[in-house]
């Protein structure tokens, strides 16, 4: 079964941090682009970080300098390492996979998961 499983969401405070791993099963993501979106209520799925199959990574200005974004093939896992966190950061995070790019950017997300819920607050 082709699928995408986030894991690592949860409360934290603020300034802490958190780790968002993105399992993939049924495929492998040695031959795609990755990436992570956050949705908050009443907004759609905004890009918040990409990583190529280089390990190229594209950030939004927002997250630069505390999130870093990392592949493990051999795991077939992406990860999200997220420091530094504030209240902007909260949402859901969803992990995806790129059917199609433009340079290092993704313009067709045709597989997501489910989503892991990051709450900041003290």
């Known amino acids: 079964q082709v699928q995408l499983e986030e894991s690592g969401g949860g409360l934290v405070q603020p300034g802490g941090s958190l780790i968002l791993s993105c399992e993939a099963s049924?495929?492998?993501?040695?031959?795609?682009?990755m990436v992570w979106h956050r949705q908050v209520p009443g907004r759609s799925r905004a890009l918040v970080a990409s990583?190529?199959?280089?390990?190229?990574?594209v950030y939004v200005n927002s997250v630069k300098g505390r999130f870093t974004i990392s592949r493990d093939n051999l795991k077939n896992t992406v990860y999200l390492q997220m420091n530094g966190l504030n209240i902007n950061d909260a949402g859901v995070y969803y992990c995806?996979?790129?059917?199609?790019?433009?340079?290092?950017?993704?313009?067709?997300?045709?597989?997501w998961g489910r989503g892991t819920q990051v709450t900041v607050s003290s």
């Open positions: 995806g996979r790129c059917a199609t790019k433009i340079g290092s950017t993704c313009v067709n997300i045709d597989l």
């Open positions: 990583i190529g199959k280089l390990g190229d990574a």
């Open positions: 049924g495929f492998s993501i040695d031959n795609y682009l």
